[in-house]
C-alpha cells in the first residue's frame, strides 16, 4: 500500500464541493514536507494542480485549492465542473524511506 | 512554452536495458533551479517516482531502483535521458519525463511529456 494514503473514489454533483484527504505520517507531513497535488484526465499525463501545499500553478483555477495540516493534506474542488472527473494524486516525501512518495490516487466521479 | 517528448524502443526483452529519452523544447535544460526526472505509471495503477537530475550533475534516485538506475544529461543536444538494466515485466509501464521547479524532494513537477509506454516481453 501506498506510504500516502487517499479514498480509491469520491464523487459528488455538478456545483458541489468535494475533498480529497491524503493522510501521511511523522517521516511526510509531520516532518514538514510539503504536499503537491495532480490531475490526470483519462489517457493523459498528470497535470500539477497544487505546488507546495497551497500554490496554484497559472492557469489553475481558483476552484482548487490544497491545505496541509499535521500528518494529513486535503484538495478541494468547489463549483465541481463535468471535465473533473479524473485521478488526483498527492505527492510529497518521505525521509524516513528517502523516497519521493504518491498516494494511491482517487477517482473523481462527477455526478 | 517549454515542451518535453519522450522517445525510444515500446518494447524490450526481459533481463535487457531499457533507455528513454526525453527532449526538451522551448527553453534550456541547464536553467536553475529546475530538476529533470522521471516518474511510471504500470497499466492501470498509480505513480513511482524514478529519479531527479539537476544539469550541474546533482541526482536523486528512488532506493528500489537505485542499483539499475542511470539519469544523464546532454547539455549539447538538451536532453536527458533513463537507463534502467535487467528489466523485467514488473518494468512495464508509462513512463514519463518531467519538470521539477526545484530539489524533487520539496517541489512538484510542473512540466510533463506526454508519456511512452513500454512493454517487457520476449
Known amino acids: 500500500q501506498s506510504v500516502l494514503t487517499q479514498p480509491p473514489s469520491v464523487s459528488g454533483a455538478p456545483g458541489q464541493r468535494v475533498t480529497i484527504s491524503c493522510t501521511g505520517s511523522?517521516?511526510?507531513?509531520?516532518?514538514?514536507?510539503?504536499v503537491h497535488w495532480y490531475q490526470q484526465l483519462p489517457g493523459t499525463a498528470p497535470k500539477l494542480l497544487i505546488n507546495g501545499n497551497t500554490n496554484r500553478p497559472s492557469g489553475v483555477p481558483d476552484r482548487f485549492s490544497g491545505s496541509r495540516s499535521g500528518t494529513s493534506a486535503s484538495l478541494a474542488i468547489t463549483g465541481l465542473q463535468a471535465e473533473d472527473e479524473a485521478d488526483y494524486y498527492c505527492q510529497s516525501y518521505d525521509s524516513s524511506l528517502s523516497v519521493v512518495v504518491f498516494g494511491g490516487g482517487t477517482k473523481l466521479t462527477v455526478l | 512554452q517549454l515542451q518535453l517528448q519522450e522517445s525510444g524502443p515500446g518494447l524490450v526483452k526481459p533481463s535487457e536495458t531499457l533507455s528513454l529519452t526525453c527532449n526538451v523544447s522551448g527553453g534550456s535544460i541547464n536553467g536553475s533551479p529546475y530538476y529533470w526526472g522521471w516518474i511510471r505509471q504500470p497499466p492501470g495503477k498509480g505513480l513511482e517516482w524514478i529519479g531527479n537530475?539537476?544539469?550541474?550533475?546533482?541526482?536523486y534516485w528512488n532506493p528500489s531502483l537505485k542499483s539499475r538506475v542511470t539519469i544523464s544529461v546532454d547539455m549539447s543536444k538538451n536532453q536527458f535521458s533513463l537507463k534502467l538494466r535487467s528489466v523485467t515485466a514488473a518494468d512495464t509501464a508509462v513512463y514519463y519525463c518531467?519538470?521539477?521547479?526545484?530539489?524533487?524532494?520539496?517541489?512538484?513537477?510542473?512540466?510533463w511529456g506526454q508519456g511512452t509506454t513500454v512493454t517487457v516481453s520476449s
Open positions: 537530475i539537476y544539469f550541474g550533475g546533482s541526482t
Open positions: 511523522r517521516s511526510n507531513f509531520g516532518a514538514g514536507y510539503d
Open positions: 518531467g519538470r521539477a521547479t526545484g530539489n524533487p524532494y520539496y517541489y512538484g513537477m510542473d512540466v
